[in-house]
Every structure is written in C-alpha cells, then in structure tokens.
C-alpha cells in the first residue's frame, strides 16, 4: 500500500513537472512569437507611417497664410457694392476677435487646444471609447491644427481614409512645431467654413449678424462655432432649429467648461437665433457687367482670389433708388383694373412651389420658370465721360440674367421724336416755324393698320385734340404724332436716320416714314447715350464705361479707364433749341406732372416721354447738364400693358426718383445760350417776329373785367439767319410799312409772294408838316383842342382819370396813367 501510494505521488510529481515544462516553454514560445509579431507589427507601423511622414513633409507650409481673398467692388464714393469671389472672405487679426469666441470655440472643437501639440491622444481615446460604446462613430477627435491642414489642402480632403487621417497628424505636429498658438487660430479662423456662402469669422459674421466679428456676443459666438460641424445642414437661414440646437450645445460645453455661470448659461438658453436680413441682389447686373469686365482684364481666378479692389463709375444712392423706384412703381401698375397678366408676386410664389409635371414634361417646366411678369430697366450715365452712374437691368437678377439696358431692343416710340426735330432744325427749321396739327391720313405712316387717320397716342392722355397751325416748339412740346410726321416728311426720313446714328443709334431704322414715330427698335443705352447731345452742346461720349480703375492687393494701379472721346452729332444752336423744347415739355407738356405730381427737383430738367403704339413699350429720357437717365417698361414679349398705359403714368415717376437721388452728387447747372444763338420775341398768334402792338384783350378774374396780356414768347434762332417776319396780325399800317413781310425762313408752307423786292430797305417817313405854307387850316398835323360852352341844363360832365387796365406778367405790364387835367387856352 506504501508502495502504491509512493507511486502515485511520485507520478503526480512527474506529471506536474511535465507541465511546468511544457508550460515554460509555451509561455517562452508565446513570449518569442508576440515579440515576434509586436516586433512586425511595429516594423509594418513604421514602414506605414514613414512614407506619410515624409509625405507631410513635402507639404508647403507657406499655403496656410495664403487665402483666396475675393477682389471687392466699390461705388465711387468707396461704398462696397459687390464681389468678384471663389469664396467670400475677409481677413481679419485675432487680436480683434472677442475673448469669448475663442472660449466657445475651444470648448466645442478642442477643449485641449493649448496643451497638445497637434494631436490630441486623450481626445482619440475618448472618442474611441464612445464610439464603441454607441457601437457607430458618435464623436471625431481632430484637433483645430489638424481642421486647418484639411482646409488649407485639399488633396487630404478628396478622400478621408486612414491614410489621409495620419498624413493630417503628421501635418498638424508640423504645424504646431512652425506656428504659435495664435498664429493656428488666427489661420483657422480666417479659413473655416460657416455655410451661407460665408469663409472666415468676419465673412459669417456680416453676412448672418450685420456686424464685424469684434462685436459678436457671447451667444452669436456660440451660433457660429456651433455650425462648424456641419454649416450646410445647419445653416440658420435654411434650419434654425438646427442651428439652435448646435448653439445650445455649445453653451452647455462652455457652461461643463466652467466659462459660463448658471445663471448665464439659463439666460443664454432663452435667446432666440436673431439673424439680419440678407443684402440680396440688388446690384447683380452691375456685379455681373463689372466682373465680365474684370475677367477680361486680369483673368478669372485672378479676379476671384487676387483680393483687387475694382473701382466704378456708380454712385450706390441713385442705384438703390432705382431699384426700389422700379419694383414699387410696377407694383402699383400691376394693381390697376386693366391689368391682365402675371404678376411679379404670383412669379415668385409660383416659383418656391414644387411642379407637378416636373417628372413628367421637363420643356413646360422650363418655360414656366421664365418670368413673364412685368419688366423694367433703368440707366442713368454721366454727359461728359460717359460713365455709368445707375444700372437696372430688370426687377430681379435671380429670375433672369437679361441685362435690358444692353442686351433688349425695343420701338422707341414718342421719344425719337427729339431727333425728328433736331434734324428740322439742323435744316434752316427753328422752334417757332409754324406747322400744321389736323389730322393725317395714316396711309402715310402705316402704323397699327393702314386705314382712317394716325393716332395721337403721343400726347399722353386719352383725350386728343387738334390746334390747327402751331409751332414746332408747341408740337414737341405736346408730342403732336401728326405734326411731327409732316415735319419729318418735309426733311426726309433719311436725314433723320442719319442724325440718329451720329447721336449714337446703331441699331438698324425701318425703312419707312413710321420710324419718325419711334418705330425703330433700339436699346436704352442707346438712347440714353443719343440724348446726351442736347446738353453737350451737340456731342456724345463715344463709349460707355462702369470701371474706373482696378487696384491690386498690393495697392497698385494696373487699370485706369482713359478718358472718353467725344463725338459731334449736331450743332450747338440745333442742341439748344431741342434742350428748350424738353425744358418745356417738362413744365407744361406731356411731362408737366413731374413737378406737380412726382416732386421733381431739379428746375434745369429737360426730358422726354415715350409711349409706343398699343401700349407696348414705355419710356422716359430725361436729363440735366450732367447727367442722362432713361427709364424703359415693357414686356420681354410685346404685349399691351392695358389701354391707356401712358410713359408719363409709369416710366416718368421712376426717372424723377432717380434724378431727385442724384442731385446731391451732380448738382446741375443751367445750360447755356451758345454763341450763334440769339433770342427773340414772337408773337403767339402769327408766328412772326412780335411788334408792340402783339396784346390781347382776354376777360378777368372778376366778372366783367377785362385784362390785356402781352401774346408773345421767347424764341432762339440762329444768329447768321435773317428772320424778319414781323407779326402782321397785331400791326399797325405804320408797323406794317416800318416791317414788310420779307421772306428769309422757312415755315410749313411758302409764304405769299412779297410785294416789296426782296432785297429789303428801310421805308422813308415824313418827319417834317406835309402841307406847304406856314399855317396849318385843316389841323393836318395836331388838332387844336377848343373849349365847349357847357349846356346849362343837367349835370355839367368832367374829365376823369380811367380806371389801369389789369395785365398779367410783370414783363409786358404797361402802366395806363390816368390823362392829365386838359389845359384849355385863354381865347381873345
């Protein structure tokens, strides 16, 4: 029994002592073989890691301070006005960012950011533990450095894989090693991301709060480190909700930061997301003409990320004016009862709205969303240069891109009428020459039919009437179609075609007596380009321009717009005489109600209206001695606005805005009587020079009193033109032999044929007693006044004085004295 339990032990021993060896010698073999796989796996790591190290290292660390800076467009009062950008950004230094956005920031994005070196070991296990806790990826671990590296390169933000992540770790220790602290945020502030459009801190803090970044509060702060994470998903203007709850979320980990008090963190959580509204679009058309211009200058990505400061010719006051003019104006044209087409409101309601026929009929939803509403464009330039001063190419650049001051071409109507008198006048014609206003046959035109008579659609009112033989001033000034017609006739429609293109008209004229009425179909800029030559004295800029110059980051000029060559198109005594008849047309014509009705302030206006036939197009050119603005209505395809839509009703309100708003920047002068121009009086009724017996006897205020008023006007002729028509309608036999009707201008028909020759000599008149002898029996030359033994019945009658005569304007008042006591002589 000893033996066998000897036995058994000694086997145990045995056994145990097997064990232990086998169990050395696996522990020894797992200890070689995880050496082993330790020591190939750190082998693997490195011979992975060190190819990305040395890739980090080729990486140029110059491009952090290099941003893409968006080139800025400037009014020419310095008032930014728009960009030329890839991303819209402005720098700006950190020293000027508040204390607590960089608090908020931190305790979002990297709550270690002064401790680490780049990479936050600490943050990686932390988000490692999360992520396998959710068992999905909840929380990332990039630093700021590392943000900055992915933003400064975007090769490492093509593809994010495991390969990019360690090439970012690798840079941002590089970063850290190159850089301060400060210098990474300012880089990174500069940099970021905030959706809307917005780069940078200062950007994301304009474009969302109205304000610099210096001025952020604590929870505007914490409103933009709060989109960082996602700034397209949660843009505040597209997901408030989404941006409320980032914010929330930011002032939470500012509060477990201890940067935050309770009592703040409860205030701070009440306050909505307040946003400023956003600037839109109100200068597209003149952003997209400046960086087509730019573009071709300096080329594209220059002009987007070159930081150039591009100068124009605009002053952002008129242009704003012009815009708001044009969008309320139309709005009230589209309220009227005679209205019957889509409105700009129901275009836009429309176009947020989902089709249905979208999936099905893509063409009908393509039309639809061209705007068919009611358009307008706006261009006010400088007489001199040349310079675009206020540009409106349509109502909203976001539904159509047409630029209508440029690229539209429409009848002028009624406003080509200047140039129909300007040709006149050009051909021995002046304002006074007499025309006949009766109806015409509108065979000769051919506009809107070829039967019974032509329109007068021109006078801007419904009501038509016809003064018979007027002048010509009368004619332009009240915008006769059928006088104007005859005029133009009579010169011939091929020299007012030709006056039209030296005014700057390009664009081809019918080939037909209609284009006398603005038939022709022309572009505002053209037209307001035209009617620059009544205030320049006959000439035109040859161009327009909308830059002034470029200025590069470095403060360098490398583009200054030459000076404007000008053009002559007529004479200065022809440009005069039209300039007077627009000053006229403003006052009492087609356009009095500028300053009656629409508060027009500039008393050296002068303009025309335009209105083509049915109502299709509407126009108004006026200016002043420096500046020309047009104003254009219509639609993109022509179709009657409503019956009765007048120019002076819809065009001519905007263009007195837009005149009133600029008169502080241009103040104009009076435009001055060129050198071969001479005034003189004219008698209303005849139409000839006026004498002092012109005077009409009309009735008074009062009933049964009697005025007499002096018939005449001023008038401009030319000084070499030798006019002596005298007025024989009012004359005297004395003032009929002292001014014999002489031919010497032209008028609407040929006056009759002289009696005297035509080489005329001053009549001779007896200045000495006509009756030979030394008395005078029959009182030939003064009557001897005898004194009369009054009756001796009744009242004895005396002399007394007579009532003055009352006379209207203080220039042709004549004082009547009562007659002085009668001397009777003493008789022997």
């Known amino acids: ?95 000027e960012i508040p204390y607590h956005f960089i608090q908020a920031l931190t305790a979002v994005e990297d709550s270690r950011f002064f401790q680490h070196q780049g990479i936050d070991y600490v943050g990686i296990l932390r988000a490692a533990i999360l992520n396998i806790k959710a068992k999905r990826v909840t929380q990332g671990a990039s630093t700021i450095t590392q943000q900055l590296a992915k933003q400064c390169y ?96 930011v002032l939470q980990r500012m509060h477990t930061e201890g940067m935050v008090s309770n009592s703040q963190l409860t205030l701070y959580l009440k306050e909505p997301v307040t946003l400023t509204n956003p600037k839109g679009q109100q200068n597209s058309y003149v952003q997209e003409m400046t960086r087509l211009q730019v573009i071709d200058q300096i080329g594209f990505e220059s002009a987007g990320g ?52 979208e999936k099905n009929d893509q063409s009908t939803v393509k039309a639809k969303r061209v705007p068919d509403y009611l358009q307008g464009a706006v261009l006010m330039i400088e007489n001199k240069t040349g310079a675009i001063i206020a540009m ?65 659609w021109g006078g801007e009112s419904e009501v038509v009437n016809y003064l018979g033989d007027i002048p010509a001033r009368e004619a332009l000034v009240h915008s006769k179609n059928a006088a104007t017609v005859r005029i133009g006739k009579k010169i011939g429609r091929k020299k007012v075609s030709a006056v039209a293109r030296k005014a700057g008209i390009r664009s081809p004229m019918d080939e037909y007596d209609k284009t006398l009425l603005g038939s022709s179909a022309v572009s505002l800029k053209e037209l307001c380009m035209a009617f620059t030559i009544f205030p320049n004295a006959g000439s035109r800029p040859d161009t327009l321009h909308i830059i002034s110059s470029i200025v590069d980051a470095s403060g360098s000029t490398i583009f200054s717009e030459p000076s ?57 050119i006026g200016y002043n001695s420096e500046v020309t603005c047009g104003v254009w209505t219509g639609f993109d395809y022509p179709k009657t606005i409503y019956r009765g839509a007048f120019s002076n009703a819809i065009a001519l309100p905007v263009w007195v805005d837009v005149m009133n708003a600029s008169s502080e920047a241009f103040p104009s002068k009076r435009i001055p009587v060129p050198d071969g121009c001479q005034t003189v009086e004219i008698c209303i009724k005849s139409g000839h020079l006026a004498t002092d017996s012109c ?75 006509t009756v030979v002898g030394t008395s005078d029996p029959y009182s030939s030359q003064q009557p001897v006044l005898r004194a009369q033994v009054a009756g001796q019945e009744g009242e004895i009658r005396r002399a007394t004085a007579v009532n003055q005569v009352t006379l209207d304007g203080a220039e042709t008042q004549i004082p009547i004295p009562a007659p002085k006591p009668i001397e009777i002589p003493a008789v022997d």
């Open 306 to 357: 070159g930081g150039f400061r591009i100068y124009t010719t605009i002053d952002n006051t008129a242009q704003q004016t012009a815009r708001q003019s044009l969008l309320r104006n139309l709005s009230e044209v589209e309220k009227h009862q005679g209205y019957q087409h889509p409105t700009y409101s129901q275009y836009r309601e429309n176009k947020t709205l989902p089709d249905p026929l």
């Open 392 to 456: 409106l190419g349509g109502r909203n650049f976001g539904d159509s891109q047409l630029n209508r001051t440029f690229q539209s071409q429409r009848p002028a109507g009624t406003a080509f009428k200047p140039f129909v008198y300007a040709t006149a006048y050009s051909e021995g014609y002046f304002p006074g020459s007499i025309i006949k206003d009766t109806p015409i046959d509108n065979r000769s035109v051919a506009i809107g039919g070829i039967t019974g008579i032509l329109g007068e």
């Open 695 to 769: 005077y009409e006897e009309l009735p008074g205020k009062e009933q049964g009193a009697r005025k007499i008023q002096r018939c005449t006007y001023k008038e401009f002729i030319r000084k070499k033109n030798d006019f002596r028509h005298y007025c024989r309608f009012h004359s005297t036999d004395r003032e009929r032999i002292e001014h014999p009707l002489i031919t010497g201008f032209p008028t609407s028909k040929p006056p009759p044929r002289p009696l005297l020759a035509a080489q005329s000599s001053r009549a001779i008149l007896m200045t000495s007693p």
């Open 154 to 249: 975007p090769e490492l933000r093509k593809n994010r894989n495991l390969e990019t992540k360690v090439i970012e770790a690798f840079l941002a220790q590089r970063i850290e090693r190159n850089f301060t602290k400060p210098e990474i945020l300012e880089h990174y502030l500069n940099r970021i991301f905030f959706g809307g459009g917005y780069f940078g801190i200062e950007s994301a803090a304009r474009g969302y709060f109205g304000k610099s970044a210096s001025q952020l509060d604590v929870v505007e702060s914490a409103t933009l480190c709060g989109l960082i994470k996602s700034p397209s998903r949660l843009s505040p203007r597209k997901n408030p909700i989404g941006a409320r709850k980032a914010r929330n979320h």
């Open 1 to 95: 029994m000893l033996f066998k339990r000897g036995t058994s032990d000694g086997i145990r021993l045995f056994n145990l002592s097997i064990h232990c060896i086998v169990l050395k010698r696996s522990i020894k073999f797992l200890f070689a073989a995880s050496c082993i796989l330790g020591l190939a796996a750190l082998i693997t790591l490195v011979l992975f890691l060190k190819p990305r190290r040395e890739l980090s290292e080729e990486f140029n660390l110059n491009a952090i301070g290099k941003l893409e800076i968006p080139s800025r467009i400037y009014d020419r009062h310095g008032v930014e006005i728009g960009q030329i950008k890839i991303e819209d950004r402005r720098p700006i230094e950190l020293k």
């Open 564 to 620: 404007t060559k000008l053009s002559n198109a007529i004479d200065p005594v022809t440009a005069y005489q039209v300039n007077s008849c627009l000053q006229d047309a403003l006052e009492r014509g087609t356009a009095k109600e500028s300053y009656s009705k629409y508060g027009l302030r500039d008393k050296n206006a002068a303009g025309k209206t335009g209105t083509t036939h049915n109502f299709t197009d509407l126009w108004f």
